[in-house]
């Protein structure tokens, strides 16, 4: 297998090679949002020299910019295995889209109906959920997590489906701590039930091969800048659901979801993302191949290639959870067992014993490395252990970072952390 190429990738990131004070900087904020490529940034300003305009004109700025919109939809189609372009649509972000969707399920329920959201999630998949269920009466039920390796409680999940809720909401990922959800197991169960359900996949999305087909869920979500790409969300519905459900639009609108004017040039940037993600793997994703039978062309190649950034990115993980078990006083929350790495992305939480999370990233900031602190919207987490108002230290790794940078991270955190030295 042909190890991914890092420095070469590295290369297509211009924002890598930014220094501060002297140093470069190194980014492990990825779950905030990821560094985009050099061909993302040209495809942006290509849009702006080349095709600017509204939709459905009879000239050629519009033919092109027409023309850019309907390959933007294939290329996401391909990255998420939609079975047809017409299940993407686009947005201002996840939150926005699930806001959006939000009000034309609960318009099909009733009062006294129930839907369910979990104590897992980011507020995205939870807030519009409960703002829409209160305008209709209907019910909200919460699945909780187990506090010892925060991962969802599957059982208390199986005691709810029994009063047959209309809606089961859940991420495929943590964006505080990691955990990988059993998506597909967790959708069969929830249609057993009767229930619909929507997946948020922002957090999964840069790290892990996506197949809505696969897994059967009705609706996924993700947003673009956190793969590489500018700030652009992305919804995806299964077709027979989304033409059965009330829509709220402009009448001359053409999509029933798709509403105003989108952000063209963001669009343009979430193509070229995904033919980079694509051109990851053809370069080093043949031996991943296999595991993604009937795929062809850009679909394979994209799935290819998050599943050979996936496995630089574990290895990756590995080294950097060695070292912070090794620092006095730290807890890293969530799956540590190296025998479950398969349930979770690259993304540490971290807490110390006499030092605060602010006072760690401040520091690590002030050094050139950026990180996160706090809860992250995954609110609903940090309560449940107990981490409010602080929350934790959140280190994202992504297949840009290197084996030199987490070393000096974890050099930095020794200088820094009382005690570690």
């Not at 990131?13 to 040209?42: C, H």
């Not at 798709?258 to 051109?279: F, K, Q, S």
Request: net charge negative.
């Amino acid at each position: 297998m042909p190890q991914l190429d890092v420095e070469a990738l590295r290369a297509r990131f211009p924002a890598l090679s930014l220094e501060q004070e002297g140093r470069p900087m190194a980014f492990f904020d990825g779950p905030g949002g990821t560094q985009v490529t050099d061909t993302v940034i040209e495809a942006v300003s290509r849009y702006y020299r080349e095709a600017n305009a509204n939709h459905g004109g009879p000239f050629l700025t519009s033919e092109r910019s027409d023309a850019m919109l309907d390959e933007a939809h294939a290329a996401l189609a391909d990255l998420l295995n939609a079975a047809s372009p017409s299940e993407i649509k686009f947005g201002a972000n996840m939150t926005t889209l699930t806001m959006h969707v939000a009000r034309s399920i609960l318009a099909t329920l009733a009062p006294g109906d129930e839907i369910v959201v979990t104590g897992l999630d980011h507020e995205a998949n939870v807030g519009p959920w409960r703002s829409a269920a209160a305008d209709r009466g209907v019910t909200v039920r919460t699945v909780g997590i187990r506090s010892d390796d925060v991962t969802l409680d599957v059982e208390a999940l199986d005691a709810i489906l029994h009063g047959r809720p209309r809606l089961v909401a859940f991420g495929w990922a943590s964006n505080a701590v990691g955990t990988i959800n059993p998506v597909a197991e967790l959708v069969r169960r929830a249609h057993e039930a009767g229930s619909l359900t929507y997946v948020d996949a922002v957090h999964a999305a840069p790290h892990l091969p996506i197949d809505v087909q696969a897994i059967g869920t009705d609706f996924l979500a993700c947003s673009v800048y956190k793969f590489f790409g500018p700030h652009v969300g992305v919804l995806y519905g299964r077709a027979e659901i989304l033409d059965a459900l009330p829509t709220y639009k402009l009448r001359p609108a053409g999509d029933r979801f798709e509403t105003g004017t989108l952000n063209h040039e963001g669009i343009a940037g979430a193509l070229a993302a995904v033919e980079y993600i694509a051109e990851v793997g053809e370069r080093y994703g043949a031996s991943f191949e296999a595991a993604f039978p009937g795929m062809t062309g850009r679909r394979l190649h994209a799935h290819a290639g998050m599943a050979a950034i996936r496995a630089w990115e574990l290895e990756l993980f590995e080294r950097l959870l060695a070292g912070l078990e090794a620092i006095p006083g730290a807890r890293i929350w969530g799956i540590t067992d190296r025998a479950r790495f398969a349930e979770r992305t690259p993304t540490a939480a971290v807490t110390f014993a006499d030092i605060t999370h602010e006072a760690v990233s401040t520091a690590l900031g002030a050094r050139g490395i950026a990180t996160w602190w706090g809860n992250f919207y995954a609110v609903g987490v940090t309560e449940r252990l107990g981490l409010e108002p602080e929350g934790v230290l959140r280190i994202g790794l992504t297949h840009y970072n290197t084996t030199a940078e987490v070393d000096r991270l974890l050099e930095e955190l020794r200088s820094i952390v009382p005690g570690a030295r």
